[in-house]
């Protein structure tokens, strides 16, 4: 499948705000391709890195560094510090950006979600889902016909992601078996945020997960085993067929071809942690 044709020849300069663990990879990403990249963060800790892959690192926010001709990634940790990003920049009266991506979460579907799940599929019934579907609206009203919103499912890599944090705590919270974990990895996710950034016309939403999604069961009992825990316990099942999503933008668009796509990916630890 060819991929999408970029913005232009000559790329333009890329604003991350929020350069962590997946809007570092994106900025690198950017960066390779040949665009300039200023990458925001909370602390200068990831700094000699970002300067190392030619990225102009800077702690705070970038509202004073935005210009229309920017494309701008909104990669803060949690929905609500995604949400009060967008709210200083609704109060800055700033011009927008030519783009600006918002990354979201599939938990706007709820903690029961089940069945066929797209991007038309409403937010769950729960406070979360509906502060997450919040936090969006918030962001389509200010970014308009330039913005794009990406649902990602759990992110993971080596050394991250639900694995390891079990292997920390030792414990599983108790939740229901038939519950899906959404599942991408890092990898997957920053190229699918890449090619959104380069693609000429998005769609305004697109769900990023890999699928098959495993359940809870399927998943903490291999994760359990992998990491010689007793077998998981939990909640009383949903009783309803576990979340399937529906992929048909991301492939067509950004991702036709994962390079994890098989969640068992998401066990692998390093060998001292097992």
């Known amino acids: 499948m060819n991929q999408p044709a970029t913005l232009e020849a000559t ?3 890329l604003i991350v705000w929020g350069a962590g663990e997946l809007g570092g990879r994106v900025a690198r990403l950017w960066r390779q391709a040949g665009g300039p990249v200023i990458a925001v963060t909370h602390s200068d800790r990831r700094h000699a890195d970002l300067r190392a892959a030619g990225i102009s690192p800077r ?3 970038p509202l004073d560094q935005i210009q229309a001709d920017d494309l701008l990634l909104l990669s803060l940790p949690g ?3 995604q949400r009060t990003a967008v709210e200083q920049l609704v109060k800055s ?3 927008r950006p030519r783009r600006t991506v918002f990354l979201s979460t599939v938990g706007y579907y709820g903690p029961e979600a089940h069945g066929p799940i797209d991007e038309a599929t409403p ?3 729960d406070e979360r889902s509906a502060s997450i579907a919040e936090a969006e609206a ?3 009203a200010w970014a308009g016909e330039t913005g794009v919103v990406l649902r990602l499912g759990g992110l993971y890599a080596h050394n991250r992601g639900p694995i390891s944090a079990l292997a920390r705590r030792k414990t599983l919270k108790r939740r229901p078996p038939d519950k899906t974990l959404a599942l991408i990895h890092y990898d997957d996710a920053a190229a699918a945020i890449h090619a959104v950034l380069r693609h000429p016309a998005p769609e ?4 990023a997960v890999t699928e098959p999604s495993p359940t809870r069961q399927e998943f903490y009992t291999r994760a359990c085993r992998r990491l010689n825990l007793p077998a998981p316990e939990f909640e009383p099942p949903i009783g309803r067929p576990p979340a399937r999503y529906d992929l048909t933008r991301l492939r067509r668009d950004l991702l036709p071809a994962p390079a994890y796509p098989d969640w068992q990916a998401a066990l692998t630890l390093p060998a001292d942690s097992v």
């Open 11 to 13: 790329q333009p300069r």
């Open 59 to 61: 702690c705070g926010d």
């Open 79 to 81: 929905h609500d510090t």
């Open 93 to 95: 009266n700033l011009a």
């Open 123 to 125: 937010p769950g019934p």
């Open 138 to 140: 918030v962001f389509f």
């Open 204 to 207: 305004r939403l697109y769900l």
